[in-house]
Structure formats: structure tokens, C-alpha cells
């Protein structure tokens, strides 16, 4: 899920998303307005899941999605390489995660822990552990 913005209310810290991936703005800029063209906007982010840099480039008045950020607490069932099975709290189901790329938060996290994990656009991603 995600909602249409002005490119021109974006700000630092936010999240947009540049090329259907959810990604946090590091850099924005404006441009002032030509004699025959509007004001531009450049932005950069980073993404979520995979770490790389994104560049969006757009008029200052077009419109830009910003992804709804579901943030939720599971227990962690079991780990198995990579992947880390997830249950919620609040509705008990039961899913698969990658691990953070963080490895102090990777080597904390446990069978029986629980954290704190987002939902953005279908994906999840562990954030934090709670407690």
C-alpha cells in the first residue's frame, strides 16, 4: 500500500519509492524554475531492503508514492541459514524473513526473541530487537 505525494513536500529521513522499491531519502534538491520550464526536483534514497542508491529526477508538482509502513512484533520460531521464520503477535501467522544485514542485530536474535519487523509493500524486514 502507498499513497500519492508532491514530489516538491518530500524531506530527508522519508521514505519514497523510486522504481517499485521502498527507499530512504538521503538527498534532495531543488531547482529554481527556467524561463521556459518548471522547478525540478532530484531525490535520492537508499533502499530498504537491498542498500542501494536510487535516483528519482522529477518536476516539483508531479506526484510520488510513499509506501504505508506496517511496523509489527513476531517471535522468532526458528533460524535456518539466511532465513529466519517469523510468527506475529497479534494474529499468530506464521512467515519467513531474511536476515538483517546488520550482523551486531543478526548475532543478537534468537530462537524464542521477539522484534520488531515492518511491512512495506508484501515485504518484511527485521528492524529491531525488542526488549
Same mark, same amino acid.
Given at each position: 500500500m502507498s499513497k500519492p505525494v !508532491?514530489? $516538491?513536500s518530500l524531506k530527508i529521513g522519508q521514505y519514497v519509492i %523510486? !522504481?517499485?522499491?521502498?527507499c530512504r531519502i538521503v538527498e534532495f534538491e531543488k531547482s529554481? /524554475?527556467?524561463k521556459h520550464g518548471a522547478a525540478k526536483a532530484r531525490v535520492v $534514497? %537508499? &533502499?530498504?531492503?537491498t542498500g542501494q542508491k536510487k535516483s528519482l529526477i522529477s518536476p516539483v508538482d508531479a506526484r510520488a508514492e510513499v509506501p504505508m509502513i506496517e511496523k509489527r512484533t513476531g517471535q522468532i520460531i &526458528? %533460524? &535456518?541459514?539466511?532465513l529466519i521464520q517469523l510468527m506475529d503477535m497479534e =494474529?499468530? &501467522?506464521t512467515f519467513e524473513s531474511p *536476515? /538483517? !544485514? !546488520?550482523?551486531?542485530?543478526? =548475532?543478537s536474535l *534468537? *530462537?524464542?526473541?521477539e522484534v520488531e519487523y515492518w511491512d512495506v509493500l508484501g515485504r518484511k524486514m527485521i528492524v529491531r530487537k525488542k526488549g
Open positions: !508532491d514530489v $516538491g %523510486i !522504481d517499485g522499491e521502498p529554481k /524554475p527556467g $534514497g %537508499i &533502499s530498504a531492503f &526458528s %533460524i &535456518s541459514g539466511n =494474529n499468530y &501467522s *536476515a /538483517p !544485514d !546488520d550482523a551486531e542485530l543478526k =548475532n *534468537a *530462537a524464542g526473541v
